[in-house]
């Protein structure tokens, strides 16, 4: 595939619907057929990736995608060991592999700034396709990747891996079943060691990095190491923090539990970077509070953890008219004695999330997936939201009292959590000014906001030609 030819692919919606013309349809597979999957971002995730496929009869990892070559020879052999010496394409560029009508499937664990737009190429050129989470780095182009999985009829599983549990189903049924209380809130909580990254100086690329490729959709900017490989997630143009990176996991169970939740009428949100002058952007230490007119969804996240005898917590919680649940288990109110929750019944596809994909790949069952483009879209886009809220405040010193969810107890508790936290690293809270976000309302409907600022975040300008067409 020659560079002019790369830089054209899909350029604009006129492009994209060109596309469609050469639409390639759904491969019919029989019983022995082999599935062939291309794993695009190979270092860290990918790996995990990589290790599920090759551990299935009948699929083959045909193709490893990932702007940085350096990682091709020992990614590439320990794949040929697994599957009988056939050793992966290797390339740097994911429209290359598109092309290829040998590849039926992407399976993608980049960064979240190429996830929506790799999923949209993929359906356009007539391949399915698993996004890690989340499935976007902003609400609109998760939009548009639900809108291309719809058109081309292809199969978009989201890697929220709890949706292929047959516990957490359970407990989720437990919930909306009403035997133990109406519930009143849904809290998830984020709380891994998340501590500073330092400074890392622009610089040059190491050779074997297409830094520009890397960049993709986000802005032009200086190459510095602490963006290749991880630490892309505590930066806005690439990453969501760890609200869109671990939280996405449990931002989806605590939406699961609300019974017909999409999303919410408003959101709310505080926090901050604190502790360390570091180089990253995204908060450290948050709170945000999702209102739906079933429930409130809440969730805590916060990094400054894993020290000072303060726990990680990584969890969901379910508060209820007559208790909580958590664990598995359900608390009364009252004090009585906790019990185990009874079973209700339902059933997840099976095969875990990777083998549950290739499945509805063989089958052409989308509604078989455990975890859809559609959920995966609106699980995401709540982390975008509380981001959004976020970023659209200022800082100051914060009363609750002020606030329209002050008499909520599992509010309050939450913000007390977040001081309690800062207390614990030795914070001194006279000196502490939270980011209070803008209590925003929201359409579900139309998935905008009432404040035209909070609009502005809710997609990107992006970078020629990597751009996601209002039009897939």
Avoid at 343 to 348: K, M
Wanted: proline content about 4%.
């Amino acid at each position: 595939m020659n560079h002019q030819t790369r830089r054209s692919f899909l350029k604009t919606s006129a492009a994209a619907s060109a596309l469609a013309v050469n639409f390639v349809p759904s491969r019919v597979f029989g019983a022995n057929d082999r599935v062939r999957i291309g794993v695009a971002g190979i270092n860290g995730r990918g790996q995990s990736h990589m290790g599920a496929y090759l551990g299935m009869k009948n699929v083959e990892v045909s193709h490893l995608i990932d702007p940085d070559s350096r990682l091709f020879n020992s990614r590439g052999k320990r794949v040929a060991d697994r599957q009988g010496g056939r050793m992966p394409k290797c390339v740097q560029d994911v429209r290359e592999a598109l092309e290829d009508k040998n590849l039926d499937a992407v399976s993608v664990a980049t960064t979240n700034h190429w996830h929506s737009l790799i999923g949209i190429w993929a359906c356009q050129a007539g391949k399915d396709a698993y996004i890690e989470k989340p499935i976007s780095h902003n609400v609109y182009e998760g939009r548009k990747l639900v809108e291309a999985a719809e058109k081309y009829k292809r199969v978009v599983q989201h890697g929220t891996q709890q949706r292929s549990s047959g516990g957490r189903l359970n407990e989720i049924l437990a919930v909306q079943s009403g035997k133990y209380g109406k519930l009143l809130v849904s809290k998830g909580y984020c709380c891994k060691p998340r501590w500073s990254i330092g400074h890392k100086k622009p610089g040059t690329p190491p050779n074997g990095l297409d830094f520009d490729l890397w960049l993709g959709p986000a802005p032009e900017q200086p190459y510095h190491g602490n963006l290749v490989h991880y630490n892309w997630h505590w930066f806005w143009d690439t990453g969501n923090g760890d609200t869109g990176n671990q939280g996405v996991h449990e931002m989806d169970v605590a939406r699961w539990a609300i019974k017909g939740a999409t999303l919410p009428k408003s959101v709310w949100s505080i926090g901050g970077r604190f502790g360390y002058e570091d180089q990253g952007e995204t908060a450290n230490t948050q709170l945000a509070v999702y209102e739906y007119d079933e429930a409130i969804l809440l969730f805590e996240t916060r990094g400054l953890v894993g020290r000072h005898n303060i726990p990680r917590v990584v969890k969901n919680e379910y508060y209820t008219t007559e208790g909580k649940i958590t664990g598995g288990r359900f608390y009364p109110k009252n004090g009585g004695k906790a019990v185990g929750l009874d079973n209700f019944g339902g059933e997840v596809q099976p095969g875990g999330p990777f083998g549950n994909f290739v499945d509805c790949v063989r089958s052409r069952k989308r509604d078989h997936l455990n975890a859809d483009v559609l959920e995966g879209h609106y699980s995401s886009a709540l982390c975008h939201l509380g981001n959004i809220s976020y970023r659209t405040g200022k800082p100051e010193a914060f009363d609750l009292k002020s606030k329209k969810f002050h008499n909520n107890p599992q509010v309050g508790e939450g913000v007390e959590a977040l001081n309690d936290n800062l207390r614990g690293i030795g914070l001194d809270l006279k000196d502490v000014k939270y980011q209070v976000g803008k209590s925003l309302e929201f359409d579900p409907e139309t998935e905008r906001f009432r404040d035209e600022g909070a609009n502005a975040l809710l997609g990107r300008n992006y970078r020629e030609p990597f751009l996601v067409p209002e039009k897939v």
